[in-house]
């Protein structure tokens, strides 16, 4: 079973940056996407950005402009780049992988991220 693991959160001032990643025990290649999502306390868990395997990116719209996803392949990682973070972006960011050829989904454990004002 492979595994994710997040790192990179932590507490940051508002207009800050973080750079998450989000690295797995196997190849990423074997995902047909990768994807950062967050839940806020009290929130449902949302979308922030997800990558395809062939690259294609996609963002939430209030993170447009502001967060760059990237993944690099030699090291089995996925990137969150957050720059002018807000306090409403606190929340837990978890790393979502769906595996090929299938609709099964592989979680992270999650990484906190606070933003104070």
């Known amino acids: 079973q492979v595994q994710l693991v997040e790192s990179g959160g932590g507490l940051v001032q508002a207009g800050g940056s973080l750079r998450l990643s989000c690295t797995a025990s196997g190849s990423i290649s074997n995902f047909r996407a990768m994807g950062w999502y967050r839940q806020a306390p009290g929130k449902q868990r949302e979308l922030v950005a997800s990558i395809t395997r062939d690259g294609t990116t996609n963002y939430a719209d209030s993170m447009k402009g502001r967060f760059t996803i990237s993944r690099d392949n030699l090291k089995n990682t996925v990137f969150l780049q957050m720059n002018s973070l807000k306090p409403e972006d606190t929340a837990v960011y978890y790393c979502?992988?769906?595996?090929?050829?299938?609709?099964?989904?592989?979680w992270g454990q999650g990484t906190q991220v606070t933003v104070s004002s």
């Open positions: 979502k992988a769906t595996v090929r050829y299938s609709s099964r989904d592989i």
